[in-house]
C-alpha cells in the first residue's frame, strides 16, 4: 500500500498500518519487486509539503538506506542515521519533530549484521569523536556480555546490534516526554528492528511494552 498521492496523508494511517507499509517496502526489496518510482513527479508533489508516515533511525552504513530497503521514494520516511544508530539528544529532537510536529506514526529503531560500529565499541576502539558514539553502545556490549549464555546466536556482534536497538527504542522512550505521550496515547509505535546484510531481509521486534 505505498503512497501514490504524496499531498495527502491516508486517513487510516495508525502505527501498524505504518509498520505494515514497512515490511511491504522490504519484501519488495528482497524479492527484487521494486516500485517504478518517479523520483522527479514525487519531487514535484512534495515540494511545498512533507508527510512522511515514519521515521528510520538507522546506522549510517553505505548498506543500510532506509529508503533503498524499504522501497520508499521521496517524502514517505524520515531518515535519520548515525554510527550505530546511538540515540542522542540530537536524535531524539528530530525524533520528535518527525513524530509531534510532522506527524509520522512509527518510530523504527534499526541495527543492522556486521555493523563497524557495533564491532568498534565490542573491540573499544578509541578514535577522536568516534569514541564518544562507541561508547553509547556500551550498555548493549555489557548486557551481551551476561547473557552471553541465552543468546539467540553465536554471532556476538549481530547479538549486541540487535540489543542496541531494543535498548535504543527503550532510550526514546525514556529520554522523550514529547514521543512517551504519544506512544501512551497510542499514536505513535516505537519498533526495534534488524537489517540482515545477507538476505537483505528486515526483522522487525515486538512493539516495546512500556509498563514495567
Ligand atoms: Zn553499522
Known amino acids: 500500500m ?21 515490511r511491504e517496502g522490504n519484501y519488495r526489496f528482497v524479492n527484487n519487486q521494486r516500485l517504478q518510482h518517479n523520483l522527479r513527479e514525487q519531487a514535484d508533489q512534495t515540494r511545498e509539503q512533507q508527510l512522511p508516515f515514519a521515521a ?24 535519520i542515521r548515525i554510527a550505530g544508530n546511538v540515540i542522542t539528544d540530537s536524535v531524539v529532537g528530530s525524533l ?6 510532522a506527524g509520522s506514526k512509527l518510530i523504527l529503531v534499526m541495527g543492522h549484521t556486521n ?16 569514541s564518544s558514539i562507541l561508547h553509547l553502545i556500551d550498555p548493549a556490549v555489557e548486557y ?6 541465552e543468546a539467540e546466536t553465536g554471532d556476538f556482534t ?17 529520554e522523550s516526554d514529547v514521543i512517551r505521550d504519544l506512544v501512551d496515547k497510542e499514536e505513535v509505535a516505537i519498533v526495534p528492528a534488524m537489517y540482515d546484510l545477507y538476505s537483505g531481509v528486515v526483522q522487525f521486534f515486538p512493539v516495546v511494552k512500556f509498563e514495567d
Open 2 to 22: 505505498p503512497f501514490t498521492d504524496r499531498t495527502r496523508r491516508p486517513t487510516d494511517l495508525t502505527p501498524m498500518v505504518a509498520l505494515q507499509m514497512l
Open 56 to 79: 528510520i533511525l538507522s546506522c549510517m552504513d553505505s548498506r543500510t538506506a532506509a529508503e533503498l530497503i524499504f522501497d520508499q521514494g521521496l517524502g514517505d520516511i524520515f531518515s
Open 96 to 101: 520528535e519533530y518527525a513524530t509531534a510536529a
Open 115 to 130: 555493523c563497524g560500529a557495533v564491532a568498534g565499541a565490542i573491540k573499544k576502539v578509541e578514535l577522536g569523536k568516534l
Open 144 to 149: 551481551e556480555r551476561a547473557h552471553e549464555h
Open 158 to 174: 549481530r547479538n549486541v546490534s540487535k540489543r542496541n536497538a531494543i535498548m535504543g527504542a527503550r532510550r526514546v522512550y525514556d
